[in-house]
């Protein structure tokens, strides 16, 4: 519910005006929450939404990781301009990857370790898919 | 080499953008106009993004993006940047997060396919 909570406050933030959205403040305020929960992800749900959700197996988490037997907290978050949204996160995850490692990126898709200070988390694995025909997200803190 | 800008568009002012893609890709755009049902390459392009000339590019630079889709697709002759100046007020309908412009369906893409016979564009290497 926190976690539910949480999306949608930073979407209500952040997104809510459909023309002019802040998808850098955005990107940067769901590490804080992946740095509360984990892991957070995100994949292009329908027409209008977005379907937010902390992945259940997440890699060298501490602590915070979900139960495999729960189900995995979730959050729709509906759009105007979804699939649009949904691309721009990723790309700012692929200019973050790109900006913090050696890594030659590709802004179409790409996986990396990155550091990233964001409240006692440094170490960050982010991967992404950004193509016309699927756009998806994972951040886990490490 | 740049090929030169068509012909100009009419006294409303005007905002230059560019798209980064492949150059089978940018002719095609160039050619087509945005059309979001238009399937260059096995993709559909359901939109059109770009961004302004100086940066900063906090979603990525068009000149990233033309090597990355380069590099995806090997057989489209390599990277190419297409170039457009935009009406201020079609601009004004896309969608803005911040060091991109992006043309959706509802959001300035149906305007910017009909005034696009009509816009200055040019499609060069980076």
Known sequence: MIFETNIKELSDRYLADVRRPDITGFVDQLFRVAAETGTV?????????LQFFVHSTPVGVMGSATKPTQAPPTCIVEHEAARGVLRMICARLGTICKERTAKDISLYGDKAVIDYTVEDRKSWSVSFTNTPERQEFLIEAL | MAAPLSPNSPSEPTVLLRHGTTKLRADHIFHNGPDPNLVVGGDTANGLSTAPLGGPYPLGAPEDYARGKARNFPQEGGPAI?????PASIVALAVHPGGEVLFLPGFGLEELLTAWPQLSKRVYTP
């Open chain 1, 41 to 49: 992800a995100c994949v292009f749900k329908e027409d209008k939404r």
């Open chain 2, 82 to 86: 297409l170039e457009i100046e935009v």
